[in-house]
């Protein structure tokens, strides 16, 4: 049974800072390429940022040199450190897994920017 939990949400001040978590089971980890998308409501669900099973990266262009998106393979985990958070940032962040057909997601973690 594939899971996908996530962990570190929280509400935090502007220019705060955040790490996820997304621990997974029930999958071969090392070679997924492993997500982190975000929601608010009444809008759809949009890249954050990715990264391949060789560690290459990806960020959409609103977080890029504030995020940073990794993963340990012997830990089966994939995290997000969100730094200099903006209220533009709050929405719930969705962990996901893919390869080739496969595609998993997580059940969220919320993320409140707020003053």
């Known amino acids: 049974q594939v899971q996908l939990v996530e962990s570190g949400g929280g509400l935090v001040q502007p220019g705060g800072s955040l790490r996820l978590s997304c621990a997974a089971s029930?999958?071969?980890?090392?070679?997924?390429?492993m997500g982190w998308y975000r929601q608010v409501p009444g809008k759809r669900r949009e890249l954050v940022a990715t990264?391949?099973?060789?560690?290459?990266?990806m960020y959409d262009g609103s977080v890029k040199g504030r995020f940073t998106i990794s993963r340990d393979n012997a830990k089966n985990t994939v995290y997000l450190q969100m730094n200099s958070l903006k209220p533009d940032d709050t929405a719930v962040y969705y962990c996901?897994?893919?390869?080739?057909?496969?595609?998993?997601w997580g059940q969220g973690t919320q993320v409140t920017v707020s003053s």
């Open positions: 029930g999958i071969i980890f090392s070679r997924n390429i």
């Open positions: 996901n897994a893919r390869r080739g057909g496969f595609n998993a």
């Open positions: 990264i391949t099973s060789d560690s290459t990266t």
